[in-house]
C-alpha cells in the first residue's frame, strides 16, 4: 500500500503499488473488452462460439462483473481509507448525467418489458432509476460517486449475460413493424462496448487516485479509446471489403510466361506475365472469365478530367477572390454560391449534365460529358478550400515580398501559391474521394451499356487525332459512351442483370468491383496525400 | 488606395500653413514653437525630404505635419513611445502604407529630389530602391539561399530557372556569390554558410532577423528602413545587428525605429522624437537630443519620466 504517512498533497507519486497495478489491470480490461465488443460487433467473433474454451458471452459477462466488482473495490477501499486517494467532494454534473443515461434506459427496459408494466410506468421507473444513479454520483464523495453506480451497472450487465438471462438466440421483438427486433447480436457487443467505456472510464478515475489528476486519467482513457475504435472501424471496413472482394478478384489468376493479354508498350507487342482477368478483361459471352477493365480505365480519366478542369479554374478563382477582389458584397456573393453548389445535390448536377451538356457534345452520353459534369461538382470545393489556404498565409508574406519591391503576381506565384498549395491538394483529395464515388451523374451523363467489353475500353491517350481543319486535334474516344465503377457497382446491385450465366459468381463480382473502386480511390487518396507530404516538407524543413 | 495627388507647395517648413489642423493640444503653451526643434542643420545632402506629412488611419489621425530631411549616408533613429507613430512613418518611406486600406496619406515626400507621392511613381522601383526591414522577422518559407536570391530572380537579375539551365546560362554563380556577401554583410554568414539549402523558418528568431537584413540588402536598396529591427533579440545578437547598422552607414542611408535610447545613443547621427499623438517634437543631432533637448516634453521622455 502507499503507506506514506504525510496528509498534504504529494509532489512526487510514489512508486506503482499493487492498488496502482490493480486499477491499471482493470484500464487494462476495459480496453480488452472494448476491442472484444467492436470484432463482436462485425461478426469478427461469434457469439455462439467460444473463447479460450469459454462460450463468448459467458467470458463478456464475467469479464464485466470482474471488472464491475473491481471497480467497486476501488471505490470502497479509497472511501475507508484502505487505498491512498486525492477524491473532491463530488464527482460533478457530468459524471452525473453520464451515470444516469444507462441507468434511465436498464431501469425503463425492465420495467415496461421484462416486468410488463405498460410503457407509462417503465418511463416513470426509467426516470427514477436515473435519479437514483445521478443522485448516487453526485452526492456521496467522488470516490465513491464515480465507481458505485458505473461499477453495479458492470456487474448488473455481467451478470445478465452469465446467467444467460440475455443468450446468443435471444432477441425482442419491437412491434412498430413486421420485422423490426433488437437481436441480442446486436445487443450484446453493444452493451459491451458501452460498459467497457463507461468501465475504463471509471477504473481510470481510480487508477489515477480521483481527484483532478483522476478525472484527467478518465478522459485520457476515453480520447483515447475513441480514437481507437475510429481507426478500428477504418480498418474493419476496408478488411471486411477486402475479404469480400479477393476471391472475385482472384478468379482465374494465372501467372507466367504469355499468360496476360497483349499490350502495346512503345510499339512492341509485350504479353504481361501475369494475367488478372477481373481488372484485364470486359465483359463478354466468350471470355473465360468477366471483368470490369472498361471501368477502371473510365473511373480513371473521368476523375483526371474532373481535375484536370476543376483545379485550374477553382485556384484562379480563389486567387482572385483573397488577393484582387475587394472584400465586400461581390465577395460574399460568391462565397456564399461557391458554398451552396457544393451542397448541392450530385443527381442536380447529373440533370444539369444531362440537359445541357450532353446536346452539345455529340448528342449523347460521353465521357467528356461527365468528366465536365464531375468537374463542376468539384469545383467548389477546390474553390474554398484553395481560398482557406490562401487566407492562412500570413499577410507578412506579401509585406516581406512587396517591400523589395516584387510585383502583386509575382508574389502571389512564388510566394503565396506555394504556401498555400498543400491546403489546396488536401482539397483536391477530398473532392476526388467524392467524385470518384458518385454515381447519379455518371448514370446521367456518361454510362453506356452495364457491362461492356473490354474492346470497348476507353483509349484517351491514343484517341488522339489530329485533322486538316479546326479545331485540328480530335478525340473521338472523349465522345464515347463508357462506364464507370461505382456506377457498375450499382448496377450489379439494383439490376443484376446482364451477367447471366457468364459470371459463375455474381455476389464475388459485386464484392471485387467494391474492392477494386476502393483501391483506385485510395490510390488517388495516396496520390494526393505524398504530393501533399513533399509541399509540405519543402514549407517547412528542407 | 491612397495615392495622393498634390506635392503641396514646395516650401522647405510647412509653417506658413495657416489652414493646418491645430496639433498642439495639451500643456504645450509654455514650449516655443516646435518648427525651431525639428529644423535640424547638416553638411551635406539631404536623401529624403518630408514636408507636412499627415497620415489618418479612418478618421484616427495618426501623424501629424511631420517635416524633416533624412541625410545621405548616416543613421536616422526614430524613438517615442508605443503607439506615437514611428512605424507609420517609417511606412510612408516607401510606400507600404498604400497597402493598408484605412490609410490616407497628406503631405510630401521627396527620395533624392523626386515626389514619391504622385501619380506615375513605380512602386517597384521606389521598394528597390527604398528598402525595409519589419518589426518582427518574416523569412519566407524557403530556404536560405532563395530567400536572399529572391529579390533579385523577380526583378530578372537573376536566372536559375529550369530554361536558362538548360541553355547553361544559368546564373547559379553569381547568385551564390550574391548570397555570400549579402549574408557576410549581415553578419550571418559564419553561422549559416554550411547549411543555406535549410529552411530559413528553422533558424533562431535573431538569426531569421538578420536573414531579412540579408534579404533586403540583396536588391542592392539607397535606403534601409529598419522597424525595431533589435527588439527581439538578446544582448549579443544586438550587438552584431548595431555594429552591422554603423557598417552599413557607411554606404546606405538607414532609418531605424527604436525603443532602446542607449541604442539610439550609440548607433545614431541623429534622432528624431515623436511624441504620443502622432507629432514629431524634436529632430536633432543625437548628442543634443539625449543631452540638451530643447522641449521639456522630450526630457522628461528621455529621462524616463513618462512614455
Ligand atoms: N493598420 C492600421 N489601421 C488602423 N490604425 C493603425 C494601423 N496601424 C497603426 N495604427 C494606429 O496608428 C497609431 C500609430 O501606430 P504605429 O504602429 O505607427 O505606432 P508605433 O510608434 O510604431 O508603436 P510601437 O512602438 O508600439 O510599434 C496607433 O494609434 C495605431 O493604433
Ligand atoms: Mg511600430
Known amino acids: 500500500m502507499a503507506g506514506a504517512s504525510e496528509t498534504d498533497a504529494k509532489l512526487v507519486e510514489s512508486e506503482t503499488t499493487e492498488t496502482d497495478a490493480v ?46 466488482v473491481a471497480v467497486i473495490a476501488f471505490g470502497a477501499g479509497s472511501r475507508l481509507g484502505y487505498v491512498e486517494t486525492d477524491p473532491d467532494p463530488s464527482a460533478g454534473l457530468v459524471a452525473g448525467f453520464g451515470a444516469a443515461v444507462p441507468w434511465v434506459l436498464i431501469g425503463g427496459s425492465v420495467a415496461s418489458q421484462t416486468l410488463g408494466l405498460g410503457t ?6 426509467g426516470v427514477a432509476v436515473g435519479a437514483v444513479a445521478f443522485a448516487l454520483t453526485v452526492l456521496p464523495r467522488e470516490d465513491v460517486g464515480s465507481t458505485l453506480p458505473l461499477g453495479a451497472l458492470l456487474v448488473l450487465t455481467g451478470l445478465v449475460f452469465l446467467t ?95 499468360t496476360g493479354p497483349e499490350t502495346t508498350i512503345l510499339g512492341v507487342s509485350v504479353a504481361l506475365p501475369v494475367s488478372v482477368p477481373f481488372v484485364m478483361n470486359g ?80 448528342n449523347g452520353k460521353s465521357l467528356l460529358s461527365g468528366m465536365i459534369t464531375l468537374g463542376f461538382m468539384l469545383l467548389p470545393l477546390v474553390v474554398i478550400t484553395s481560398r482557406e489556404a490562401m487566407l492562412s498565409v500570413p499577410d507578412e508574406y506579401r509585406d516581406a515580398s512587396a517591400a523589395l519591391g516584387v510585383s502583386k503576381w ?35 451523363t456518361m454510362a453506356g451499356g452495364t457491362f461492356l467489353p473490354g474492346s470497348q475500353t476507353v483509349d484517351v ?44 459468381d455474381p455476389d464475388a463480382f459485386r464484392w471485387a468491383t467494391a474492392l477494386i473502386l476502393l483501391m483506385v480511390v485510395l490510390s488517388f487518396y495516396a496520390i494526393g496525400i505524398a504530393t501533399r507530404y513533399y509541399f509540405r516538407r519543402r514549407l517547412k524543413h528542407t | 488606395m491612397s495615392e495622393n495627388q498634390n506635392p503641396q507647395t514646395q516650401t522647405s517648413t510647412a509653417t506658413t500653413d495657416t489652414d493646418q489642423p491645430l496639433t498642439t493640444t495639451t500643456g504645450e503653451t509654455d514650449e516655443r514653437t516646435r518648427d525651431e526643434w525639428t529644423d535640424y542643420e547638416f553638411r551635406g545632402e539631404a536623401k529624403m525630404t518630408v514636408d507636412d506629412l499627415d497620415v489618418y488611419y479612418g478618421d484616427d489621425h495618426a501623424l501629424k505635419g511631420v517635416s524633416m530631411e533624412i541625410p545621405e549616408r548616416s543613421v536616422t533613429a526614430l524613438i517615442g513611445p508605443s503607439g506615437c507613430g514611428k512605424s507609420t512613418y517609417l511606412r510612408c518611406l516607401n510606400r507600404m502604407n498604400d497597402r493598408i486600406k484605412s490609410a490616407t496619406i497628406d503631405g510630401s515626400v521627396r527620395f533624392d529630389g523626386q515626389e514619391i507621392y504622385q501619380d506615375g ?36 537579375d537573376l536566372d536559375t530557372g529550369l530554361l536558362a539551365r538548360l541553355l547553361n546560362r544559368s546564373d547559379a554563380e553569381e547568385r ?132
Open chain 1, 164 to 258: 444467460g438471462v440475455i443468450d446468443p438466440a435471444w432477441a425482442w421483438e419491437l412491434d412498430w413493424e413486421q420485422q423490426a427486433a433488437i437481436t441480442a447480436e446486436f445487443l450484446i457487443p453493444a452493451a459491451t462496448l458501452f460498459a467497457a467505456l463507461y468501465g475504463g472510464w471509471a477504473s481510470a478515475k481510480a487508477y489515477g487516485g480521483f481527484g483532478a489528476r483522476g478525472r484527467h486519467m478518465g478522459a485520457y482513457v476515453l480520447v483515447y479509446l475513441n480514437a481507437l475504435s475510429i481507426v478500428a472501424f477504418l480498418c474493419i471496413l476496408v478488411a471486411y471489403v477486402v475479404v469480400q472482394g479477393v476471391p472475385g478478384l482472384l478468379t482465374g489468376v494465372d501467372v507466367g510466361l504469355g
Open chain 2, 176 to 307: 551564390d556569390r550574391l548570397v555570400e556577401r549579402c549574408l557576410r554583410d549581415a553578419a550571418l554568414w559564419d553561422e549559416v554558410s554550411d547549411r543555406l539549402d535549410d529552411n530559413a523558418l528553422g533558424l533562431s528568431g535573431g538569426q531569421q532577423q538578420r536573414l531579412c537584413i540579408a534579404r533586403c540588402l540583396s536588391v542592392d536598396p539607397e535606403i534601409i528602413l529598419m522597424d525595431e529591427p533589435a527588439s527581439a533579440l538578446d544582448p549579443i545578437a544586438t550587438a552584431k545587428i548595431e555594429d552591422l547598422i554603423e557598417d552599413l552607414a557607411e554606404e546606405y542611408t538607414v532609418v531605424i525605429v527604436t525603443h532602446n535610447m542607449q541604442q539610439a545613443a550609440r548607433i545614431s547621427d541623429q534622432t528624431a522624437v515623436f511624441l504620443t499623438g502622432g507629432e514629431l517634437v524634436e529632430y536633432g543631432d543625437t548628442d543634443q537630443v539625449f543631452e540638451d533637448p530643447h522641449s521639456e516634453r522630450v526630457e522628461d521622455y528621455i529621462t524616463g519620466k513618462f512614455g
Open chain 1, 283 to 362: 465483359v463478354a459471352l466468350l471470355n473465360d472469365f468477366q471483368g470490369v477493365l472498361p471501368a477502371i480505365v473510365g473511373t480513371f480519366w473521368l476523375v483526371i478530367g474532373a481535375v484536370l478542369l476543376a483545379v485550374p479554374l477553382g485556384v484562379g478563382a480563389a486567387v482572385f477572390l483573397t488577393e484582387y477582389a475587394e472584400r465586400g458584397r461581390f465577395t460574399q456573393v460568391v462565397e456564399v454560391a461557391t458554398n451552396g453548389l457544393w451542397s448541392t445535390p450530385s443527381i442536380v448536377f447529373g440533370l444539369f449534365g444531362f440537359a445541357f451538356l450532353i446536346p452539345r457534345f455529340g
Open chain 1, 23 to 68: 486499477a491499471g489491470v482493470a484500464v487494462g480490461l476495459s480496453a480488452v473488452l472494448f476491442a472484444l465488443a467492436v470484432t463482436a460487433l462485425f461478426e469478427r467473433v461469434s457469439l455462439t462460439g467460444s473463447l479460450f474454451g469459454v462460450g463468448t458471452v459467458t467470458l463478456l459477462g464475467g469479464l464485466l462483473t470482474a471488472l464491475g
Open chain 2, 121 to 156: 511613381v513605380n512602386l517597384v522601383e521606389l521598394r528597390k530602391r527604398v528598402g525595409m526591414v519589419f518589426q518582427s522577422p518574416n523569412p519566407f518559407p524557403k530556404s536560405i539561399r532563395e530567400n536572399i536570391a529572391y529579390g533579385p530572380k523577380k526583378h530578372g
Open chain 1, 410 to 444: 509575382q508574389t502571389i506565384r512564388s510566394v503565396v501559391l506555394p504556401a498555400a498549395l498543400p491546403g489546396v491538394v488536401t482539397g483536391v483529395i477530398l473532392g476526388v474521394g467524392r467524385i470518384a464515388g458518385e454515381t447519379a451523374p455518371i448514370l446521367l
Open chain 1, 461 to 504: 491517350i491514343g484517341g488522339f487525332q489530329f485533322t486538316a481543319t479546326p479545331p485540328f486535334v480530335a478525340n473521338p474516344a472523349l465522345l464515347e459512351a463508357t462506364s464507370a465503377l461505382p456506377y457498375q457497382l450499382f448496377a450489379l446491385i439494383t439490376a443484376g442483370v446482364g451477367l447471366g450465366s457468364n459470371v459463375g
Open chain 1, 120 to 125: 407509462g410506468v417503465g418511463v416513470v421507473a
